[in-house]
Protein backbone atom coordinates (compact mmCIF):
# COMPACT_ATOMS: atom_id res chain seq x y z
CA UNK A 1 0.00 0.00 0.00
CA UNK A 2 2.46 2.35 0.61
CA UNK A 3 4.86 1.47 -1.71
CA UNK A 4 2.03 2.16 -4.20
CA UNK A 5 1.25 5.31 -2.65
CA UNK A 6 4.54 6.72 -3.06
CA UNK A 7 4.77 6.00 -6.54
CA UNK A 8 1.58 7.65 -7.33
CA UNK A 9 2.27 10.38 -5.28
CA UNK A 10 5.60 11.23 -7.50
CA UNK A 11 3.44 10.81 -10.18
CA UNK A 12 0.91 13.46 -9.01
CA UNK A 13 4.51 15.78 -8.65
CA UNK A 14 4.96 15.82 -12.27
CA UNK A 15 1.04 16.55 -12.59
CA UNK A 16 0.54 13.22 -13.75
CA UNK A 17 -2.92 12.07 -11.99
CA UNK A 18 -5.38 10.88 -14.65
CA UNK A 19 -5.22 7.74 -13.24
CA UNK A 20 -7.42 9.43 -10.45
CA UNK A 21 -10.52 9.41 -12.98
CA UNK A 22 -10.50 5.53 -12.58
CA UNK A 23 -12.16 6.25 -8.68
CA UNK A 24 -15.76 5.85 -10.83
CA UNK A 25 -15.41 3.21 -11.23
CA UNK A 26 -13.39 1.11 -8.24
CA UNK A 27 -14.77 -0.02 -4.88
CA UNK A 28 -11.47 -1.19 -3.99
CA UNK A 29 -10.88 0.23 -0.35
CA UNK A 30 -7.17 0.67 -0.88
CA UNK A 31 -7.41 2.71 -4.04
CA UNK A 32 -10.16 4.60 -2.80
CA UNK A 33 -7.96 5.29 0.53
CA UNK A 34 -5.19 6.62 -1.83
CA UNK A 35 -7.52 8.66 -3.91
CA UNK A 36 -8.45 10.23 -0.87
CA UNK A 37 -4.99 11.07 0.29
CA UNK A 38 -3.45 12.49 -2.65
CA UNK A 39 -6.49 14.80 -3.48
CA UNK A 40 -5.55 16.80 -0.72
CA UNK A 41 -2.77 18.16 -2.94
CA UNK A 42 -3.41 16.96 -6.14
CA UNK A 43 -5.01 16.46 -8.88
CA UNK A 44 -8.15 17.77 -10.78
CA UNK A 45 -10.71 19.16 -8.07
CA UNK A 46 -13.32 17.22 -9.94
CA UNK A 47 -12.35 13.93 -9.03
CA UNK A 48 -13.01 15.23 -5.29
CA UNK A 49 -16.94 15.47 -6.10
CA UNK A 50 -16.34 11.88 -7.66
CA UNK A 51 -14.88 10.55 -4.45
CA UNK A 52 -17.88 12.54 -2.31
CA UNK A 53 -20.24 10.60 -4.15
CA UNK A 54 -18.93 7.29 -3.72
CA UNK A 55 -17.96 7.67 -0.33
CA UNK A 56 -21.24 9.19 1.45
CA UNK A 57 -23.61 6.51 -0.75
CA UNK A 58 -25.11 3.84 2.05
CA UNK A 59 -24.16 1.27 -0.63
CA UNK A 60 -20.63 1.69 -0.85
CA UNK A 61 -20.26 1.30 3.16
CA UNK A 62 -22.01 -2.30 2.93
CA UNK A 63 -19.97 -2.87 0.28
CA UNK A 64 -16.71 -1.94 2.21
CA UNK A 65 -16.96 -2.73 5.60
CA UNK A 66 -13.73 -2.98 7.20
CA UNK A 67 -11.86 0.52 6.93
CA UNK A 68 -14.95 2.68 6.07
CA UNK A 69 -14.08 4.93 8.88
CA UNK A 70 -10.82 6.07 8.26
CA UNK A 71 -11.87 6.61 4.36
CA UNK A 72 -14.56 8.93 5.44
CA UNK A 73 -12.37 10.62 7.24
CA UNK A 74 -9.92 10.90 4.75
CA UNK A 75 -12.73 12.03 2.25
CA UNK A 76 -14.20 14.58 4.54
CA UNK A 77 -10.29 16.09 4.95
CA UNK A 78 -10.14 16.58 1.72
CA UNK A 79 -13.35 17.89 0.63
CA UNK A 80 -12.19 20.17 3.81
CA UNK A 81 -8.74 20.87 1.87
CA UNK A 82 -9.66 21.36 -1.48
CA UNK A 83 -13.60 20.35 -2.10
CA UNK A 84 -15.57 22.78 -4.94
CA UNK A 85 -18.54 24.02 -4.26
CA UNK A 86 -19.86 21.04 -4.99
CA UNK A 87 -18.32 18.76 -2.96
CA UNK A 88 -19.02 20.98 0.30
CA UNK A 89 -22.71 21.11 -1.19
CA UNK A 90 -22.42 17.28 -0.73
CA UNK A 91 -20.61 17.23 2.62
CA UNK A 92 -23.92 19.86 4.22
CA UNK A 93 -25.85 17.19 2.90
CA UNK A 94 -24.03 14.05 4.58
CA UNK A 95 -23.47 16.88 8.07
CA UNK A 96 -27.57 16.86 7.86
CA UNK A 97 -27.84 12.99 7.53
CA UNK A 98 -25.53 12.27 9.98
CA UNK A 99 -27.23 14.24 13.17
CA UNK A 100 -28.03 11.41 15.26
CA UNK A 101 -24.50 9.33 14.46
CA UNK A 102 -22.27 10.89 16.86
CA UNK A 103 -18.99 9.43 15.48
CA UNK A 104 -19.42 11.08 12.41
CA UNK A 105 -21.12 13.78 13.08
CA UNK A 106 -18.38 15.09 15.57
CA UNK A 107 -15.35 14.44 12.87
CA UNK A 108 -17.91 16.29 9.97
CA UNK A 109 -18.03 19.78 12.41
CA UNK A 110 -14.76 20.43 12.89
CA UNK A 111 -13.92 19.61 9.47
CA UNK A 112 -16.36 22.49 7.60
CA UNK A 113 -14.23 24.84 6.00
CA UNK A 114 -14.88 28.67 6.29
CA UNK A 115 -15.29 29.10 2.53
CA UNK A 116 -18.21 26.50 2.75
CA UNK A 117 -20.49 29.48 4.42
CA UNK A 118 -23.17 29.86 2.36
CA UNK A 119 -24.11 25.90 2.74
CA UNK A 120 -23.30 25.45 5.99
CA UNK A 121 -25.00 28.36 8.31
CA UNK A 122 -28.43 27.41 7.44
CA UNK A 123 -27.92 24.22 8.29
CA UNK A 124 -26.21 24.54 11.61
CA UNK A 125 -29.17 27.75 12.22
CA UNK A 126 -31.53 24.30 11.66
CA UNK A 127 -29.32 21.85 14.00
CA UNK A 128 -29.35 24.70 16.64
CA UNK A 129 -33.23 25.07 16.60
CA UNK A 130 -33.24 21.03 17.22
CA UNK A 131 -34.15 20.45 20.76
CA UNK A 132 -33.05 17.05 20.75
CA UNK A 133 -28.62 17.69 18.99
CA UNK A 134 -26.80 16.57 21.68
CA UNK A 135 -23.49 17.90 20.77
CA UNK A 136 -24.11 21.49 22.06
CA UNK A 137 -20.34 22.71 22.71
CA UNK A 138 -19.04 21.30 19.91
CA UNK A 139 -21.74 23.57 17.56
CA UNK A 140 -20.71 26.69 19.38
CA UNK A 141 -17.34 26.17 18.56
CA UNK A 142 -18.35 25.63 14.78
CA UNK A 143 -20.24 28.77 14.91
CA UNK A 144 -17.63 30.28 16.49
CA UNK A 145 -15.05 29.75 13.15
CA UNK A 146 -17.44 31.54 10.98
CA UNK A 147 -18.09 34.78 10.31
CA UNK A 148 -20.89 36.25 12.83
CA UNK A 149 -22.19 38.32 10.48
CA UNK A 150 -23.68 35.68 8.57
CA UNK A 151 -25.73 34.24 11.52
CA UNK A 152 -25.66 37.14 14.77
CA UNK A 153 -29.15 38.16 13.28
CA UNK A 154 -30.51 35.28 13.12
CA UNK A 155 -29.40 34.23 16.82
CA UNK A 156 -31.03 37.43 18.15
CA UNK A 157 -34.46 36.89 17.04
CA UNK A 158 -33.89 33.67 19.05
CA UNK A 159 -33.39 35.46 22.26
CA UNK A 160 -36.07 37.81 21.20
CA UNK A 161 -38.90 35.28 20.48
CA UNK A 162 -41.84 35.68 22.33
CA UNK A 163 -44.38 33.65 20.87
CA UNK A 164 -42.92 30.13 22.24
CA UNK A 165 -41.24 29.35 18.70
CA UNK A 166 -38.15 28.56 20.62
CA UNK A 167 -37.54 26.41 23.25
CA UNK A 168 -35.46 27.61 26.70
CA UNK A 169 -32.49 25.17 25.64
CA UNK A 170 -32.37 26.52 22.48
CA UNK A 171 -32.55 30.71 23.18
CA UNK A 172 -30.14 29.43 26.09
CA UNK A 173 -27.74 28.11 23.04
CA UNK A 174 -28.10 30.92 20.93
CA UNK A 175 -27.00 33.55 24.58
CA UNK A 176 -24.00 30.88 24.97
CA UNK A 177 -22.48 31.32 21.33
CA UNK A 178 -23.48 35.16 21.11
CA UNK A 179 -21.70 35.51 24.58
CA UNK A 180 -18.58 33.51 23.32
CA UNK A 181 -18.27 35.38 20.48
CA UNK A 182 -17.38 38.47 22.78
CA UNK A 183 -18.65 41.47 20.47
CA UNK A 184 -18.84 44.88 21.86
CA UNK A 185 -22.24 45.48 20.27
CA UNK A 186 -23.68 42.30 21.72
CA UNK A 187 -22.98 43.46 25.40
CA UNK A 188 -26.79 44.81 26.20
CA UNK A 189 -28.31 41.53 24.85
CA UNK A 190 -26.01 39.56 26.76
CA UNK A 191 -26.75 41.19 30.23
CA UNK A 192 -30.50 41.23 29.31
CA UNK A 193 -30.68 37.44 28.68
CA UNK A 194 -28.37 36.33 31.53
CA UNK A 195 -31.49 35.32 33.29
CA UNK A 196 -31.28 32.30 30.39
CA UNK A 197 -28.60 30.40 32.64
CA UNK A 198 -29.01 28.76 35.97
CA UNK A 199 -27.54 30.65 39.16
CA UNK A 200 -24.36 28.24 38.73
CA UNK A 201 -24.17 29.30 34.79
CA UNK A 202 -24.28 33.08 35.12
CA UNK A 203 -21.43 32.34 37.65
CA UNK A 204 -19.43 31.24 35.09
CA UNK A 205 -20.42 33.22 32.60
CA UNK A 206 -18.57 35.82 34.16
CA UNK A 207 -15.49 35.35 32.70
CA UNK A 208 -17.23 36.27 29.32
CA UNK A 209 -18.55 39.57 30.65
CA UNK A 210 -14.82 40.66 32.12
CA UNK A 211 -13.70 40.27 28.77
CA UNK A 212 -15.61 43.48 28.03
CA UNK A 213 -14.33 47.20 27.72
CA UNK A 214 -14.66 48.01 31.45
CA UNK A 215 -16.32 51.07 31.43
CA UNK A 216 -18.83 50.19 28.81
CA UNK A 217 -19.66 47.04 30.90
CA UNK A 218 -20.08 48.84 34.19
CA UNK A 219 -22.50 51.50 32.07
CA UNK A 220 -24.39 49.03 31.23
CA UNK A 221 -24.82 46.89 34.20
CA UNK A 222 -25.81 50.23 36.25
CA UNK A 223 -28.43 51.13 34.08
CA UNK A 224 -30.26 47.81 33.91
CA UNK A 225 -30.18 47.07 37.93
CA UNK A 226 -31.96 50.52 37.90
CA UNK A 227 -34.56 48.79 35.43
CA UNK A 228 -37.66 47.58 37.04
CA UNK A 229 -37.13 43.74 35.79
CA UNK A 230 -36.36 41.82 38.74
CA UNK A 231 -35.17 38.65 36.23
CA UNK A 232 -32.80 40.64 34.38
CA UNK A 233 -31.55 42.43 38.04
CA UNK A 234 -31.30 38.99 39.82
CA UNK A 235 -29.22 37.48 37.51
CA UNK A 236 -26.82 40.33 36.70
CA UNK A 237 -26.26 40.21 40.85
CA UNK A 238 -25.61 36.48 40.84
CA UNK A 239 -22.55 36.78 37.64
CA UNK A 240 -21.10 40.24 39.01
CA UNK A 241 -19.01 39.04 42.18
CA UNK A 242 -16.93 36.59 39.85
CA UNK A 243 -16.50 39.55 37.54
CA UNK A 244 -13.84 40.66 40.21
CA UNK A 245 -15.14 44.39 39.44
CA UNK A 246 -15.11 46.37 42.80
CA UNK A 247 -17.25 48.60 41.70
CA UNK A 248 -19.39 45.53 42.28
CA UNK A 249 -18.05 43.70 44.96
CA UNK A 250 -17.32 45.88 47.63
Given at each position: ??????L????C?V??????????????P???M????????????HY?????D???N?????????H?????????E??????????????????L?R??D???????????????????I?????????????????????????????F???L????K??????????K???????????????????L???????????K???Y?????D?????????????????????????????????????
Amino acid sequence: FERRKKLLLHACEVNCSLFLSGLKGTDNPASIMIAAELLKQYGSRHYIDILADKVFNPDFRERVHEHYFEIYEETVECISLRGSDIALEKLNAEMLRRITDESYFTLILPNLPVRGEFFFIPSLLKILKDDNFSQPALLRETFERFPASQFIEELMEILKDTDGRFSPSVKKEAFRIIGELKMPCCLQIILENLKLLENNEQKEFAYILKSFDEKAFIDRTSGLLKTCDSEVKASIISALPATGLKQFTN
